[in-house]
């Protein structure tokens, strides 16, 4: 099955709200391995680290271009893959996404890049074959290699309707 997303509606909180506890411990850690720079390494945030959270968890890769930054999927969690239906893996999220949802996720992953800040979103997703699912997540940039640019962004979701 392959579930594009056609559109989204959520509502992005820089204030970092959570309902989930486990988004606030991530972001809880995010802070702990900033450690005074701008965004932790991605390599501070090991799969050691991050175990609770693999199934969940995606990155994105910003390429930035002539025109401005676009977003690669480099890293497809098995729990989301099994919401959307597909493993997107290697591809850019504007496509595999309508241009309505896009417009929601590229604001989004915008703002982190640029403002080097975490993003709380909550919200619905709209599928192809499916009515909507709500959702809770958070995404972190990530410097790699102990650069100064924010290289990778960090998201992990949790699902309204996921069993316990």
Do not use: C
Not at 41 to 60: E, G, N
Not at 69 to 95: A, C, H, W
Not at 104 to 116: H, P, R, Y
């Amino acid at each position: 099955m392959n579930r594009q997303i056609v559109e989204s509606r959520f509502r992005l909180d820089p204030s970092l709200r959570f309902i989930r506890p486990e988004l606030h411990e991530l972001a809880a850690l995010w802070e702990e391995k900033r450690a005074g720079r701008i965004a932790p390494d991605r390599a501070d945030l090991s799969p050691f680290v991050l175990r609770p959270y693999l199934p969940r968890i995606l990155i994105y890769e910003v390429v930035r271009t002539e025109t401005g930054q676009r977003f690669r999927i480099r890293l497809y969690g098995t729990l989301i893959s099994q919401y959307s239906g597909r493993d997107p893996t290697g591809r850019f999220v504007d496509e595999i996404m309508s241009e309505p949802a896009y417009a929601d996720f590229n604001q989004g992953l915008s703002w982190i890049a640029d403002e080097k800040k975490p993003l709380r979103a909550v919200g619905s997703y709209y599928f192809v074959d499916r009515s909507f699912v709500q959702f809770e997540s958070i995404t972190m940039p990530l410097t790699v290699d102990g650069g100064e640019r924010i290289e990778q962004l960090l998201n992990v979701t949790y699902y309204d309707d996921e069993a316990e």
